[in-house]
């Protein structure tokens, strides 16, 4: 298997520019989550999906990020406009379901996003 | 909410030494404590998890302990290498009470740095 992949790996963009993270997960997981690492905050979780269905949002910091999940293969994070301070490295990560098949969660390489 | 505080932030150990992280965590739904190592420029890859009912587990190297009544878990590395120096995390599910499977929360992480 692949593993989760991410693209792009590397995004330097503009302030107030839009900026779309894309992300494939493990085939046959059922879980989907979005991170944010930064030194300041750690590894934050900002949402994640259960079956294509967003199930926890409260990590996404404010109106300008949206995520969706329009199949089982892949998942979009936006910023829309973005701003200096989400300059940061973005993980996808994947999961099985199961009690405890769903932690164990599946890390992809990275998005380091520059907002300059 | 969940709160995981990890130690120490930092920790530099001789080639051939033991290296010892510890966490302590808030109350859980489910007592399931895995540990993540990343490799700078990579994502997190889970390297050790331990299951409920467990109080220790073994993997080569890697020792996981767990005391559920203090709500602390530790990681050790005995003969520790060069080639474990890298940032360490651990992480736990929600509160009691939380319903959300798959979900974790992620200790600060911890520099390990190995020396020849």
């Known amino acids: 298997d692949a593993g989760v992949i991410q693209s792009p790996r590397h995004e330097v963009t503009e302030m107030g520019q839009e900026v779309t993270l894309r992300c494939k997960p493990i085939s046959g997981h059922d879980y989907l989550f979005w991170y944010r690492q930064t030194m300041m905050r750690g590894l934050e979780l900002l949402i994640y999906?259960?079956?294509?269905?967003?199930?926890?949002d409260s990590g996404m910091p404010e109106d300008r990020f949206s995520a969706k999940m329009p199949n089982a293969s892949f998942s979009t994070l936006k910023i829309q406009p973005s701003e200096p301070r989400d300059s940061a490295v973005y993980f996808c990560a994947s999961s099985l379901a199961g009690t405890v098949e769903s932690y164990e969660q599946y890390f992809g390489p990275g998005t380091r996003l520059t907002v300059t | 909410q969940q709160q995981v505080k990890q130690s120490p932030q930092s920790l530099i150990v001789q080639k051939g030494g033991i290296s010892i992280i510890n966490c302590a965590y808030e109350n859980t739904a489910f007592d399931y404590f895995p540990w993540y190592q990343q490799f700078p420029g990579k994502g997190p890859a889970l390297l050790i998890a331990i299951r409920p009912d467990v109080s220790e587990k073994k993997e080569g190297r890697f020792t996981i302990s767990f005391n559920k009544s203090a709500k602390q878990f530790s990681l050790h590395i005995m003969d520790s290498q060069p080639g474990d120096s890298a940032t360490y995390f651990c992480a736990a599910p929600p509160n009691a009470g939380g319903t959300s499977y798959g979900k974790l929360t992620f200790g600060q992480g911890t520099i390990l740095t190995v020396h020849p």
């Open positions: 999906f259960n079956n294509n269905v967003p199930i926890d």
